[in-house]
């Protein structure tokens, strides 16, 4: 499948007024710094990724366990870029808190702090977002593998990921299909990608 703007446009402006920490299915794309190809290479209209693939997929898994309101879909890692569908489902996020409010009730730390509570605001420095949120989910994974990568090449501070990312609001299942499919077919198209670095492109 050919690059569809209407799926997948560079404006990456959040909606206005909208809660990205409410139910719902997003899809996401995050590009690499200066479309830099990091992840891999397609080879026979498929994905070979490298270490830094292999390192991008298993810190995208790790996401749902660490983050209990998370539920993963389809996704995609291409040579310089990733896709992928979020679902958000605060009806176990709320169980989960009550549950584990409930446990540190009885098991606060040497701090004074419940353990909950101290996750709670662990968030990095600096960050303004609401937490258990779409925006906090991308910051969270963002950091953790531009941290992993850049000890991996020695590169402190070096930028991995552009600073903005493009979300989508999956609103019915005819749109969920189609971007499952999108996803699907990602690597065929790659040459034609507006995300591929010899292609204009507004990223």
């Given at each position: ?61 790790k996401s749902a366990e660490i983050r209990k309101e998370i539920e993963l879909d389809e996704f995609v890692i291409m040579p310089n870029h990733f ?121």
């Amino acid at each position: 499948m050919k690059y569809n703007p209407d799926i997948h446009k560079r404006q990456s402006i959040r909606l206005q007024g909208y809660d990205y920490s409410q139910s719902g299915l997003y899809f996401i794309t995050i590009c690499c710094y200066e479309r830099e190809c990091l992840f891999g290479n397609i080879i026979n209209s498929q994905i070979t990724l490298n270490n830094f693939g292999e390192l991008i997929k298993e810190e995208w898994l790790k996401s749902a366990e660490i983050r209990k309101e998370i539920e993963l879909d389809e996704f995609v890692i291409m040579p310089n870029h990733f896709h992928g569908i979020v679902i958000i489902n605060q009806e176990i996020n709320r169980d989960f808190i009550k549950n584990n409010v409930e446990a540190s009730d009885n098991n606060v730390g040497a701090n004074g702090r419940s353990p909950l509570r101290q996750e709670i605001q662990s968030s990095p420095p600096k960050i303004s977002m609401k937490p258990k949120s779409l925006s906090s989910l991308i910051a969270g994974f963002k950091s953790a593998t531009t941290k992993k990568i850049n000890m991996i090449r020695n590169t402190p501070q070096n930028p991995v990921w552009q600073r903005n990312y493009y979300d989508h609001i999956i609103r019915n299942d005819e749109s969920l299909t189609r971007i499952r499919e999108y996803l699907q077919n990602n690597p065929l198209s790659w040459e034609n990608d507006q995300l591929h670095p010899n292609n204009p492109s507004k990223w």
